[in-house]
């Protein structure tokens, strides 16, 4: 037996018979005999950002997939990029990096804040970036090669195995282990950078527009709820294409990033003045696409943090919510006061676009929305953890009463009626599990808590 736990924050433990380090089908498929012989479960970690649980399963086996990276071949001609499922980000980033200047192809979108995330994890959260006018990867895939519970590979796509794929893309890795990848890439380009100070009410009012003429873009929004301006004003980016050549790079077009995540617990205020400081630097500011998306983040940040102010032990946990741009506005009023009702601890609120889904069985992108994105501080107690997740579930009761939603993937607070409210197919999704994996071999502590809560109706008349 050994000790598992997620990458970010350090609040996943979790007891496993042991992790196999996977570098071929075979592998995988000489583990999940192993684990039909000893009536064991499996699950799949890669770099194991996940923050609520999907890579681990008490007691059962984990397939390290950091060891299935290769990237197999790019066609120059479509742009189409062929991988292995346990490729991460930087695997891609230096493969691309590595091609010459008449190879005109980039990464489209990925999730911002840190590479070291597989490619087979991204699917099987359907995560997004934060491009304008696109829905989230399950767009980008073409293909996948899935290793079923039942061993067997099954090449899936918009045509071929077409329930398989949209189960898989979303699917939180519990219909299968991706073996390989066709992600879609797009030309290389070179993007001029718009940042500023502004109102959120500016965003909002000029949301269409801003679809229109830039690519890319979000807001980072004021967290200082001593201030007036709190989650009211934010840095506007925007990532507009161009031809102008790129800005040559000085250390005034680099942020800081270990600078602004401390003041981010310790002096918010101090914190945003130094971003907006940065902001007015970058702006008008060229970068290629290569350089476009990739971001600084330091491993065990959070540790560090700890040792060096003297913090409890804890992490800054993530979770997004989504309503249709109409009620963006009325739902920052309600987090502003849910903040201080409750006494969380903003670190970082971000807003962003995605637009509709239609690839992915359990959608959480079920219509165009806006997104935003938080990192809430947490020691980790069950005090401060309850409390986070009375908060989570009030937000996400207020955006299913606008017509929103939740990000699924990340912690389980929502109440029984808003999760089936919000994912209206999700006894359908079990179901289908079920049928395709009888004896539950693929598996994880998430999908566990999710059949426990499932089966506890709440009484009438209560949520």
């Known amino acids: 037996m050994e000790i598992v736990n997620d990458a970010h924050c350090q609040l996943s433990r979790t007891r496993v018979r042991a992790v196999i380090d996977v570098h071929s089908v075979d592998d995988i498929q000489s583990a999940i005999t192993r684990c039909q012989r000893e ?10 950002h996940s923050l609520g649980r999907q890579p681990f399963v008490t007691d059962g086996l984990v397939l390290n997939m950091s060891g299935l990276n290769r990237i197999l071949s790019l066609d120059e001609t479509s742009g189409m990029l062929h991988l292995q499922g346990g490729a991460r980000w930087t695997d891609v980033r230096k493969f691309l990096g590595s091609q010459p200047e008449r190879v005109p192809w980039e990464v489209h979108q990925k999730q911002t804040g840190a590479d070291e995330l597989s490619l087979g994890g991204a699917i099987a959260v359907n995560a997004h970036g ?18 079923t519970a039942g061993g067997e590979e099954l090449l899936c796509s918009r045509d071929v195995n077409a329930d398989l794929f949209g189960l898989v893309l979303g699917g939180m890795g ?36 801003l679809h229109v003429d830039y690519q890319y873009g979000d807001m980072q929004l004021d967290v200082n ?6 989650m009211k004003r934010g840095i506007l980016n925007l990532w507009q294409s161009c031809d102008a050549p790129a800005t040559p790079a000085s250390k ?26 940065f902001a007015e630097a970058v702006n008008g500011s060229v970068s290629t696409g290569r350089d476009f998306h990739w971001d600084t983040y330091a491993p065990g940040y959070h540790a560090q943090l700890e040792r060096h102010l003297g913090l409890p032990q804890g992490g800054d946990v993530l979770t997004e919510f989504f309503v249709p741009i109409e009620a963006l506005e009325d739902l920052l009023d309600y987090a502003r006061n849910e903040i201080r009702r409750f006494g969380v601890d903003p670190i970082l609120t971000s807003l962003r676009s995605v637009r509709q889904c239609q690839i992915s069985y359990l959608r959480w992108a079920r219509c165009d929305y806006a997104c935003m994105v938080m990192a809430l501080h947490v020691d980790d107690c069950p005090q401060q953890l ?3 997740d009375a908060f989570c579930a009030a937000i996400a009761r207020f955006c299913g009463q ?18 089936l409210d919000m994912y209206p197919n999700i006894h359908e999704f079990v179901e289908e599990k079920h049928r395709r994996d009888p004896s539950g071999l693929l598996s994880s502590d998430w999908f566990g808590s999710l059949l426990s809560f499932l089966r506890e109706a709440p009484a009438l008349g209560t949520r």
């Open 39 to 48: 009536g064991w479960q499996l699950s799949m970690s890669g770099g194991r």
């Open 130 to 147: 934060n491009p304008l006018g696109a829905g989230p990867i399950s767009t980008d895939i073409e293909w996948l090669k899935v290793l």
């Open 174 to 209: 519990l219909f299968g282990v991706v073996t390989e990848i066709g992600l879609r890439l797009v030309p290389t380009q070179r993007f001029v950078r718009r940042s500023e100070v502004a109102r959120t009410e500016t965003l909002i009012e000029h949301w269409d527009a």
């Open 225 to 230: 709820p001593a201030s007036d301006h709190f």
């Open 252 to 277: 005034q077009l680099q942020a800081d990033w270990a600078q602004l995540i401390t003041l981010a617990h310790v002096d918010k205020a101090q914190g945003f003045r130094e971003y907006a400081r």
């Open 386 to 388: 309850a409390r986070l």
């Open 402 to 419: 606008q017509g929103g939603t939740f990000y699924l993937p990340y912690r389980q607070f929502a109440q029984h009626a808003d999760l």
